[in-house]
């Protein structure tokens, strides 16, 4: 994908290839290349459109093996900023981003200073304290240097800083023939300028500003030439702003970190919260939540979560759907956004060169230089055969949840554009599938979530040739079509919503037929041009169950499938099976574990009773997350399998965060609590619920069904029974337990 899905054909894996095809130049442009790992941990802020990506001791560029920097709409508006004693680099006392995401915090010492051969500054003198944060394109840092010794100390404390405006494509490695012309100017005693004019005529700035002044500024260094007595200490701040934007540094420091907390209040203020039993547990969601309020950004169309940091830090189409989706009960505002974002780039006419055609939605949208000039395609790019279907999906999904049935009219020309296309451009070749064959070679040459280039295949490993038809892209429609056509009769459009059902049914024949693949025991990964089928076990077969798409008795053999040791690892569900020709766990899409991935087909599971594969999906993920730093999810991790004492093999190259990662946990306490939400009859209900054991009690605060709000407290008694307590009410709404017969448990092998 991009996060994931929209990975472009950025995140090629470089597996292995027994068809012996090679990667291709063309496959290798928007490759991310791993080349070792860093010699000092990352660290991310976020704010709006504005990133940045730091080494533990707070620098940028400071040391190899990072994609440092700060960087605004795709270009870096800081490649360097160093801090140094006495030339030295400082030792690292502690460093860490707030548990909200909204600073980074990090303690500093001094090493040994020799001069002459003497010491001239004992270890451990000097005490530096940073603090930095994001808002309104600008970095604002306040450093406190303080002498701890019972002695009077001198030093000079040097701030080093370089940019050099690169594309966010160029500091992923692509190379470029030609530049922009770039240079610096001191324009006070506590100002500099870094300017960069791009091939595309935009003159682009970084202004830096130190307050007090230093002792001694140029171009690429402020120094200060510090006296302190025992206990004493100085403060000194720094902004550096991308488009020339520089607020007085004092002042905006102070103001700037409130307002950070009053706009997270106020974008918290409506949402659920969800609280548990378990410490480990809560750690997670917090640290999810966190995230994903970090990657929402104010857009003109509402907050839209961009996918993820620091490759994909803007808006992708199916990134943003499902995120909304995983998120919808807990937050359905987000949603809203996203919505209405996609609906306004939704595609018009036919262009090759962005794979756009009418009524398609976005699959990303890009910002810098590079995108400007046509260096890649992606300023916007329609390259996607599935974001299409998942708006429609999100839509009516939406309206289930909200009731909002005006936002559900305003958006519904966009909806039937959408439905249009699925029928229209979107059936290449009349088939009643929806494929994807890219129309430029500079675009993506899979278009499903899975895109690098190796991820659609026979099963002897060749590369399957287009036009080609995903299993999940046709479950989507069936989705969409049955979602719509719900929205549809509650606008009072009866016969377009039996004509919907209609659409929806036949699709439901056709697949069975096509895609089931009895030779391996569930639907095949896809059909090639020819109508082949990919006979290929992978978890995109899972999301034929969360669309329902699939006949109840293949379901089961699916559910089956996906729960044995070739799927399951122990630590989730793999992307493909284990013992398949492309099978490899370090790979990028083929055999790795996603978190949304298992969420979605844990959702699936659910919708078909087969609740304790739920189970098995949310202990495994909820584990794997106790392992990762600061309990906070990637976009995904190795396939090996589980091993008692050793945590989840990480992949090198995730983007963490990442929203749809960060977001899969939310769906996966939705389908275990079984959260259904009915406006007409003012009820919440919670169908065969299952309270994980680890879990002890959870807790749903401010759960809201229109203008009502409820808090809500569940969990398992003895012999599977479930107790619910309503904890508080306000306004019409009434919260049931539904023990639903028909929704049964199935007989699944669950081994690991």
């Given at each position: 994908?991009t ?6 054909a ?9 068809a ?5 130049a ?50 870096r508006?800081?490649s360097?900023l ?20 909204l600073?980074?915090?990090?303690d ?11 010491i ?7 005490y530096i304290?940073?603090t ?8 604002r840092?306040?450093l406190?240097v ?20 690169a594309d ?25 300028a870094?300017?960069?004019?791009g ?16 002792s ?12 302190l007595?025992p206990?004493?200490a ?15 540094s004092t002042?905006?420091f102070?103001s ?13 203020h409506d949402c ?18 966190a995230?994903v309020r970090m ?7 509402g ?12 808006s ?7 995120t909304a989706l995983q998120?919808?009960?807990?937050d359905p ?5 996203v ?6 780039y ?7 060169r962005s794979?756009?055609e ?12 590079m995108a ?7 300023g ?5 055969v ?12 939406y ?16 909806i039937?554009?959408?439905?249009a296309?699925i029928?229209?451009?979107?059936d ?20 499903g979530?899975?895109?690098?280039h190796d991820s ?7 590369l399957?040739?287009g ?9 989507y ?6 979602l719509?056509a719900?929205c ?5 459009m ?12 036949e699709?439901?024949d ?5 895609f089931?693949c009895e030779?391996?025991?569930t639907?095949a990964?896809?059909?090639d041009?020819e ?5 290929v076990?992978?978890?995109?077969a899972?999301?034929?169950l969360?669309a329902g798409?699939?006949?109840?008795d ?10 044995d ?17 492309r099978?490899?766990p370090m ?10 991935d ?5 959702h699936?599971?659910?919708r ?46 995730a983007?963490?965060?990442?929203a ?6 939310f769906?996966?306490?939705q ?17 065969n619920p299952d ?26 008694e003895?012999r599977?029974?479930i107790?619910?307590?309503v904890l508080r009410t306000?306004?019409d ?8 017969p ?11």
């Open positions: 994908m996060s994931g899905s929209e990975r472009s950025e995140q090629t894996s470089v597996s292995s290839d027994p012996g095809d090679g990667l291709q063309h496959e290798l442009q928007f490759y991310i290349p791993a080349i070792g790992p860093p010699s000092r941990p990352r660290r991310t802020l976020k704010h709006d459109d504005t990133f940045a990506v730091f080494d533990s001791h707070g620098d940028i560029g400071a040391t190899a093996g990072g994609p440092d920097g700060l960087f605004d709409h795709d270009t508006y800081l360097h160093e801090l140094l004693i006495d030339g030295a680099q400082p030792l690292l006392l502690d460093s860490a981003i707030r548990d909200d995401n600073s980074f915090y990090v500093l010492t001094n090493p040994d200073i020799f001069i002459d051969g003497k001239a500054l004992l270890k451990d003198s000097i304290s940073r930095i944060y994001l808002k309104d394109g600008s970095l840092e306040r406190e303080s002498n701890q010794s019972a002695e009077e100390v001198r030093l000079n404390l040097s701030l080093a800083f370089a940019n050099d405006f966010i494509f160029e500091v992923r490695g692509v190379r470029r023939a030609r530049r922009g012309a770039a240079w610096a100017q001191v324009l006070a005693a506590s100002a500099v870094l300017y960069y004019r091939l595309d005529g935009v003159l682009r700035e970084t202004a830096l500003s130190f307050e007090p002044d230093p001694l500024l140029v171009d690429s260094v402020a120094t200060y030439s510090l006296q007595a206990r004493q100085r403060t000194i701040f720094l902004t550096a702003a991308s488009r020339g934007r520089l607020p007085k002042q905006s102070f700037g970190l409130t307002g950070l907390h009053r706009e997270l209040a106020a974008t918290t659920a919260h969800v609280e548990t039993s378990d410490p480990t547990l809560n750690a997670i969601l917090w640290r999810s939540t995230d990657l929402l950004t104010k857009t003109p169309e907050l839209y979560p961009y996918a993820g940091i620091p490759w994909y830090s803007t992708f189409g199916r990134d943003g759907v499902i998120m919808l009960w807990f505002s987000i949603a809203v956004g919505l209405k974002r996609l609906a306004s939704q595609g018009i006419g036919h262009d090759a794979d756009c009418p009524g398609k939605i976005l699959h990303e949208m890009r910002g810098g230089e400007a000039l046509g260096e890649i395609p992606f916007l790019y329609y390259g996607s599935d974001a299409t279907p998942l708006f429609v999906v999100l839509a009516g999904y309206a289930r949840r909200t009731g909002d049935l005006a936002l559900i009219a305003e958006l519904w020309p966009s039937e554009r959408a439905l296309w029928c229209g451009p979107g290449i070749d009349g088939d009643g599938f929806i494929e994807y064959q890219r129309h430029t070679e500079k675009g993506l040459v899979n278009q979530w899975k895109d690098s659609v295949f026979h099963a002897d490993g060749r399957a040739e036009p080609i038809a995903l299993v999940e892209a046709q479950a429609v069936y989705a969409a079509r049955r719509a719900a549809a009769r509650e606008l009072g009866e016969a377009r919503a039996a004509e919907l059902v209609r659409e929806a049914q699709l439901r056709r697949f069975e037929a096509a089931w030779e391996i025991g639907y990964l896809a059909l041009g109508k082949r089928q990919c006979k076990r992978t978890s995109n899972g999301h034929a969360y798409i699939a006949r109840p293949r379901a089961e053999r699916v559910a089956n499938g996906l729960l040791t070739d799927f399951f690892s122990g630590w989730g569900l793999r992307t493909v099976a284990r013992g398949e020709s099978y490899n790979s990028y899409h083929n055999g790795s574990i996603w978190p949304h298992n969420a979605i087909i844990a699936g599971l659910g078909y009773g087969f609740k304790r594969g739920v189970a098995l999906v949310f202990e495994s993920l909820v584990r794997a997350a106790s392992y990762m730093e600061a309990r906070r999810i990637p976009e995904l991790y190795c396939g090996f399998r589980r091993r008692r004492g050793r945590g989840p093999t990480l992949y090198p190259a983007c963490s965060p990442q749809w990662a960060a977001s899969a946990p769906l996966l306490i389908t275990m609590l079984g959260l259904e939400f009915d406006h007409k009859a003012r009820q919440i209900r919670l169908v309270v994980p054991a680890f879990a002890g009690e959870i807790v749903l605060r401010n759960l809201s069904l229109g203008d009502a709000r409820v808090d809500i407290a569940l969990r398992q003895a599977s029974a107790s619910l307590h306000v306004g709404v009434q919260v049931s337990l539904v023990f639903d028909d929704v049964r448990e199935h007989p699944l092998s669950a081994r690991g």
